[in-house]
């Protein structure tokens, strides 16, 4: 019996499967996954613009880098055609210096996108001189803090973001400090490589040290945000999908006090997550770390519209939420 | 003693050069003044949030001759982030309110668009702050600018020293653009009003989460720059509920019971300042705003609905902004 479709009862959070021998209709329990996965890639695949990228919002047609590298990895579950396309268009338009813009048409480097596009084009060998172009330049983009002046500046006059400049990361785009986000697709994209020797022999020491941003940058209860965690002596509140993406950095220090907390802070709101984008980001990084995600699963499965969301990339990264073992082999981790 | 030829020349061209290296810093940093002769400035006395907006917004807004048929209004709340009990961002029953009396009044499309500065979920913001429900009840579309498509944008004025932005479509091609901020102080701006709230527009998905780069540039330079180069064509400022304090996120609510509307958005600012006893022209950038882009003095304002006045106490502002005070 073939699986064509499915509709969604937002009342009873059960799936109606429409069933291509005669359209019965079936309850289903949340857990077939295949099902959901099938159907987002099968939208995702619609979305896909003719350049092989994918826009960021369904009503655009300006291909955006993150949505494209999201695309590409959910994509991959599948040996289909529009992973290709999508990696044969990130090679495409990958900066003379070896950065990513972070949409097409951009002229400046785009850090985080920069990352997350080494991660898509893991695979293949024709990429490997784009990818070490883009860690060649990775390691050479840093916060701006981590210079004297700013560092004086940090220590001194300017303190009323509570941080040590010491431990710096990756800034959004160059000439900016370092924030949460980038830092762990940078640590992420640099951790997925088998040695650091040659003009590589920096990664572990780039690697730790935005490891120690990422500590140091964490809210008072745990939790990130973009990556003030006390301004003006207040606690800021943390963000789930900020605090995901720092915990799937920090996937192999799980005994830190502070990714413990952490953890523990996730957890604990993942099941009020009504996004699905922070949802999918909280079950990536759940498992990432051992917690049971099944039941985070079926609120994903359960939000309406998953597949009619106007944002490709919530479509995208709840794809590869509901293949999590797959997607965190993707960006080099192991359950 | 009488120069001769040579100590002239020498003179000429040490005159010359310092007037080169001089002059750009007295050169106006805006390409054009767009400030009215005269604006219109309306205070709404609003208790609370509840249905009853509606109506006096609808009649708020009849005290000004707008005129919105067959236009796509795009409408500009300050949406920043969602922490229970936090009067962060503009209360959408006043979105709403005003979404249906512009739809009353003719416009041929209303939407409401923002690009939050520190949540990249820009959902679960809009979900967790009750903006989604309702906006899915009235069947009003709701835009990402930090997703939305971009354009390059050359900027009407250089006071951060950058030629071009990318911003959203979305906002460049609105008819009637109408910013909704919540009336707050700002620990880095001193307030955050209709003109800081346009920084909303800077998507992230190009200059980052926050939008870093315009802190770097300056944040009082890049409002200037940014509201230069977005003509705010109407504004309508939520101050039912203030915050005072650590905002724009940490502050103290704060009640005001006030919603101010003002067809320029130097002349809205500078009446919310007063009403938070502030001095509007010791905020930077509604003091060189007032030089090209809307009227800060009270003497070039008509003043309908009530007169500003300070508040008995103003509001507090973190150490840095103490200067606001009116004296």
């Known amino acids: 019996m073939r699986l064509l479709a499915f509709r969604l009862t937002s009342a ?59 695309g590409a990895l959910a994509t991959g579950s599948e040996d289909s055609d529009a992973e290709r396309r999508a990696q044969d268009f990130l090679l495409r338009v990958q900066n003379p210096n070896g950065s990513w813009p972070a949409f097409f048409g951009d002229d400046q480097d785009g850090v985080w996108v920069t990352s997350l596009a080494v991660i898509a084009l893991r695979d293949i060998v024709s990429a490997i001189p784009a990818r070490l172009r883009g860690i060649g330049w990775l390691l050479e983009c840093v916060g701006r803090e981590s210079t004297w002046l700013w560092k004086w500046k940090f220590r001194t006059v300017d303190r009323r973001v509570h941080f040590d400049p010491d431990k710096f990361g990756w800034p959004w785009i160059p000439d900016t400090v370092s924030w949460v986000v980038p830092t762990a697709f940078a640590i992420l994209a640099l951790s997925q490589l088998p040695c650091s020797c040659g003009r590589l022999e920096d990664i572990p020491n780039r690697v730790d040290r935005g490891i120690e941003m990422l500590i140091d940058r964490a809210c008072p209860g745990g939790g990130w945000n973009a990556g003030n965690g006390v301004v003006y002596g207040s606690a800021l ?55 049971a995600v099944e039941s985070l699963m079926a609120s994903l499965l359960a939000l309406p519209d998953l597949s009619s969301n106007g944002d490709t990339s919530s479509l995208a990264l709840a794809c590869l939420a509901t293949d999590y073992r797959r997607a965190l082999a993707a960006l080099g981790l192991t359950l | 003693m009488i120069p001769n030829r040579r100590d002239f020349l020498v003179g000429s061209a040490a005159l010359a050069a310092g007037a080169s290296v001089s002059v750009p810093f007295f050169r106006p940093k805006y390409h054009s ?53 936090n009067a962060i961002n503009t209360h959408p029953i006043l979105v709403l309110a005003a979404a249906e009396s512009f739809r009353r009044m ?25 903006y989604r429900e309702s906006l899915r009840a009235e069947d009003i579309r709701f835009v990402d600018l930090n997703r939305d498509e971009l354009i390059r944008t050359q900027l009407c004025a250089s006071f951060m020293g950058m030629k071009s932005l990318w911003l959203p479509r979305t906002v460049l091609e609105a ?143 973190v150490p840095e902004f103490q200067h606001l005070y009116a004296l």
Not at chain 1, 271 to 282: D, F, G, K, R, V
Request: neutral net charge; glycine residues 8%.
């Open chain 1, 237 to 291: 509140a943390p963000h789930p999908d900020d605090t995901a993406i720092a915990l799937l950095a920090l996937s192999n220090r799980t005994q830190h006090p502070v990714v413990r907390t952490s953890v523990e802070w996730l957890e604990h709101t993942a099941p009020t997550l009504t996004a699905p984008w922070s949802l999918a980001w909280a079950i990536l990084a759940l498992a990432a770390h051992g917690r």
């Open chain 1, 12 to 70: 009873s959070h059960q799936y109606r499967l429409l069933t291509g021998e005669g359209f019965h209709i079936k309850s289903a329990a949340v857990k077939n996954d295949g099902v959901t996965l099938s159907n987002g890639l099968a939208e995702l695949s619609r979305r896909q613009l003719s350049s092989g990228g994918w826009a960021a919002l369904r009503s655009s047609a300006q291909a955006s880098l993150e949505t494209t590298c999201l």
């Open chain 2, 106 to 130: 003719g416009a041929k499309c209303v939407i409401v668009a923002e690009g939050p500065g520190h949540q990249r979920d820009t959902e679960l913001v809009l979900s967790q702050s009750g």
């Open chain 2, 175 to 317: 008819d009637f653009l109408v910013s909704m901020p919540k009336i707050k102080a700002h620990h880095w701006a001193g307030v955050t009003l209709s003109m800081k709230n346009m920084l909303g527009v800077v998507p992230g998905s190009r200059y980052g989460w926050p939008k870093n780069i315009l802190h770097w540039k300056g944040i009082q330079e890049s409002i200037l720059d940014v509201c230069a180069s977005i003509p705010v064509h109407f504004v309508i400022a939520d101050g039912i509920m203030a915050m005072e304090g650590n905002g724009p996120l940490n502050g103290t609510a704060r009640p005001l019971g006030k919603i101010v509307l003002a067809d320029d958005s130097v002349a809205a600012d500078a009446t919310c300042a007063r009403l938070m006893g502030f001095e509007p022209d010791r905020v930077v950038h509604i003091r060189e705003g007032s030089k090209f882009l809307g009227n800060l003095s009270p003497a070039l304002l008509d003043q309908v609905g009530e007169i500003p006045s300070a508040p008995t106490t103003p509001f507090q502002v």
């Open chain 2, 33 to 85: 003044v767009r400030r009215a002769k005269r604006s219109r400035v309306a205070i709404l006395h609003v208790e609370e949030y509840s249905q009853r907006i509606d109506q006096v917004l609808a009649s708020g807004l009849r005290l000004f001759p707008i005129d919105v048929q067959d236009k796509t209004v795009v409408l500009k709340p300050n949406l920043v982030d969602y922490i229970p009990g």
